[in-house]
């Protein structure tokens, strides 16, 4: 497990930016969860948005350890830049894809609860072929009970 944060932005704006490599197996979803916490205390992000992150970042990481390897374990790699007050967090794997379930005629509920949670998700293919969920919150935004 590698965890790498490097400084980025301007002088008056340097945050750090996170790196986390892990295999993907389900004890590390709480690995990645708890840096998670961590990372939004330093940045002094407030409760219900941390919580938000948090949960949509457990679910992206949940989806890797149960859907992208079928044979075994394989990468899982977190990442997050914050810009400003919006932090864009990227899970991605090398595993098999994201595939609609047999028995659900859509995909199942991991990824439209993270679509809720999230400012704004992308689903794609990483420069490797890799499978990548990127979410973007915004953490200063109001509640999302507050928003509506």
Do not use: W
Not at 1 to 20: I, R, W
Not at 28 to 50: E, S
Not at 52 to 66: F, P, Q
Not at 74 to 81: C, D, F, K, L
């Amino acid at each position: 497990m590698a965890a790498e944060y490097a400084p980025h932005g301007s002088q008056e704006h340097q945050t750090p930016d996170f790196e986390l490599s892990l295999p993907a197996r389900p004890e590390n979803v709480a690995v990645v969860r708890h840096a998670f916490g961590g990372l939004g205390d330093a940045l002094d992000v407030p409760d219900h948005a941390l919580a938000d992150v948090k949960l949509a970042v457990t679910e992206a990481c949940t989806n890797v350890v149960v859907h992208a390897y079928p044979e075994g374990d394989g990468p899982m790699a977190v990442s997050a830049a914050l810009d400003d007050r919006r932090l864009t967090v990227v899970v991605a794997d090398e595993g098999r894809g994201i595939l609609p379930r047999p028995d659900s005629p859509g995909l199942g509920l991991g990824l439209p609860l993270i679509a809720t949670l999230a400012e704004s998700l992308e689903l794609g293919t990483g420069q490797d072929e890799n499978t990548e969920v990127r979410m973007t919150f915004l953490l200063d935004g109001p509640r999302r009970e507050d928003a509506a």
